[in-house]
């Protein structure tokens, strides 16, 4: 099970750490995504990071101002979005494939407006 924490309102140009842990297994053997979901579009991915060397992967659209990091010790992964744009409000989820079975956190809202 996943549960995502973080979002909130923000003003363009803000800043917001979204996080993602996982009380039921660890998260740092497996490779962690992030997708974003706006009301009547489809899921996109975000971002990823690998479990075995923290490669990261982004949208083009988020390159240059959201960072995925993990801390182990805290089985929890990070969203670290700066420079925020109306255009990132969404719901946020965070998503890991573990043994056949794809498990998502249940989101949280990010909402980025003056």
């Known amino acids: 099970q996943l549960v995502e924490s973080g979002g909130g309102l923000v003003q363009p140009g803000g800043s917001l750490r979204l996080s993602c842990g996982s009380s039921?297994?660890?998260?740092?053997?497996?490779?962690i995504g992030w997708f974003r979901q706006v009301p009547g579009k489809e899921r996109e991915g975000v971002s990823c990071i690998s479990s075995r060397n923290g490669d990261t992967s982004y949208a083009d659209s988020v390159k240059g101002r959201f960072t995925v990091s993990r801390d182990n010790a805290k089985n929890t992964v990070y969203l670290q979005m700066n420079s925020l744009k109306p255009e990132d409000t969404a719901d946020y989820y965070c998503?890991?494939?573990?043994?056949?079975?794809?498990?998502w956190g249940q989101g949280t809202q990010v909402t980025v407006s003056s």
């Open positions: 039921g297994f660890r998260l740092d053997v497996y490779a």
């Open positions: 998503y890991v494939r573990r043994l056949s079975t794809d498990y």
